[in-house]
């Protein structure tokens, strides 16, 4: 099966083209978001990080802002920083420059002489880059070039008897094709590790499951807290679901059945073409989905009992319900229906093959309800307090 | 008319699919045979009910695996919730 996208000049294929106006720190938040809305065909999120970040901590930082100038729906990107924060121009253009020789350009506020000879700048640099891109046509290519990002959130009891089990047979069609599927979320492996763990390729995967999830409650240990005090949610809990271990259970089917070839740390970039494999990311779904997209997802495949409407600047993000009264709730949010799974009327398969079909047809540049609203709302994962 | 689900027959609650009234006959399907028994309090749509009685202390199993210990003696056809499910955190490295 092939999909059309956009060859990057690192060799990998976006599913979308776009401008990204990416800010160092949270000084430069503001800035980034007057220039995107100047600018057509660009787009930004609001990094609330930067400065201020133990080394860790800044890190996953780095680590989602090289990831997401290098995520291959970006044409090319402009960094503003504001030139006293932690994330130092020269930092985050390095990170940038290891993973992706896309085009390139930096504007920091205090050397351009304040806002408006910022942004002035930034615009023109952002202009000329939009319409460099509008250039580019799409050309075919494997479905095996495609990484998907895998996610719930909102979750109910449906999801995991519908909607996951769904995702997971996606993700098993699109390891079939040669592809790469990402089943994320550590928090949500608890209770369920020791079936993760056994499908691990090697007896290092498996020792590293193990290990991603006791180093994610023993952080919160650390601070006093523990993982199930605010997981399931009040919302998880009103859905149905009691517990943590019983939200886990259903959120691994998002695996499928594949064996897990590999586990990456939060945001580190993952490899094209290596069937399914495990990111260390947290259960908060826009930083889950930001740690993937940073990885290199092109798309995101999400689903929710409750209803969420969560986007992505850089992936669209599919979503899907097994629950019939939140589809029919929330259908101007919602892409596909999995409660036919759970009542019988369609079969797994039937509704795996719609659902690779609807992947095909987003890579080749198909809308998701969540573009359409124009949601681009993402965060970015924390070690610790600012200091 | 099914009006519940069983994820794996070792599990001892089943899944409300239809909002389900006190009283009311709950039915589902494992491998194959049509079971049956009696709600003993409304059960909303998607939340679990015990399959079978389930004594305070013994695993509330779901997938086929532990999600946690009754925190009380459970008769079937009872709402399993928070209200009467202990969370229990088990050492699964061994299982692996």
């Known amino acids: ?36 809305q100047q600018v057509v065909g660009s787009v930004t999120f609001n990094n609330q990080l930067g400065c201020s970040q133990v080394a860790s901590d800044q890190q996953y930082t780095m680590d989602v802002m090289a990831g997401y100038a290098a995520n291959p729906n970006v044409y090319g990107t402009v960094v503003v920083s504001l030139g006293c924060e932690n994330c130092q121009m020269d930092l985050v253009v390095a990170a940038i420059k290891e993973r992706t020789n896309k085009p390139l350009k930096q504007v920091i506020i205090q050397e351009a002489g304040g806002t408006l000879k910022a942004i002035d700048q930034a615009v023109r640099y952002a202009k000329a880059m939009v319409e460099e891109a509008s250039l580019l046509q799409r050309e075919e290519f494997p479905m095996s070039e495609l990484i998907i990002g895998t996610e719930c959130g909102g979750s109910d009891p449906t999801s995991g008897l519908a909607a996951n089990p769904l995702i997971g047979q996606l993700s098993d069609l699109i390891v079939k ?23 691990a390729a090697t007896p290092e995967v498996h020792d590293r499951i193990f290990e991603i999830v006791h180093r994610y409650e023993k952080a919160l240990q650390l601070v006093g807290e523990e993982v199930r005090e605010g997981n399931p949610s009040p919302g998880n809990k009103a859905g149905g679901l009691t517990c943590l271990e019983e939200k886990s259970l259903g959120c691994i089917h998002k695996g499928g059945h594949s064996p897990v070839n590999a586990v990456y740390d939060y945001a580190k970039q993952v490899e094209a073409k290596q069937g399914l494999v495990i990111m260390d990311t947290p259960g908060n779904d826009p930083s889950s989905v930001a740690g993937m997209v940073a990885g290199g997802a092109q798309i995101v495949v999400f689903s929710t009992g409750r209803g969420t409407p969560t986007g992505n600047p850089l992936a669209p993000v599919i979503k899907i319900t097994g629950n019939k009264l939140t589809y029919a709730n929330m259908v101007d949010n919602i892409d596909v229906d999995a409660s036919p799974l759970i009542y019988g009327t369609k079969t797994m398969e039937e509704l795996g093959d719609e659902l690779l079909k609807l992947t095909q047809e987003v890579a080749c540049g198909k809308q998701t309800k969540a573009e359409s609203l124009g949601y681009t709302e993402m965060a970015i994962a924390r070690v610790c307090n600012f200091v | 008319m099914l009006n519940a689900m069983i994820v794996e027959p070792k ?16 039915t589902y399907t494992c491998e194959g045979d ?46 399993v919730h928070c209200h009467n499910l202990e969370e229990h955190r088990e050492n699964l490295d061994a299982k692996g």
């Open chain 1, 1 to 36: 099966m092939n999909f059309y996208g956009y060859k990057r000049p690192d060799g990998r294929v976006g599913v979308r083209n776009k401008v990204l106006i990416l800010p160092a720190s949270v000084c430069a938040s503001d800035t980034t978001r007057i220039i995107a």
């Open chain 1, 177 to 199: 094709e040669g592809g790469t599927s990402i089943l994320s979320e550590t928090t949500e492996f608890i209770g369920a590790e020791h079936i993760l763990a056994r499908r």
């Open chain 2, 11 to 26: 599990d001892n609650v089943v899944v409300a699919i239809e909002p389900i009234q006190k009283g009311e006959t709950v």
């Open chain 2, 34 to 79: 049509e079971k049956t028994l009696t709600a003993l309090e409304d059960i909303t749509i998607y939340h679990k009910l015990a399959a079978r009685d389930i004594a305070k202390g013994e695993p509330i199993v779901k997938y086929g695996e532990h999600i946690g210990l009754a925190a009380r003696d459970i008769k079937a056809g009872e709402h």
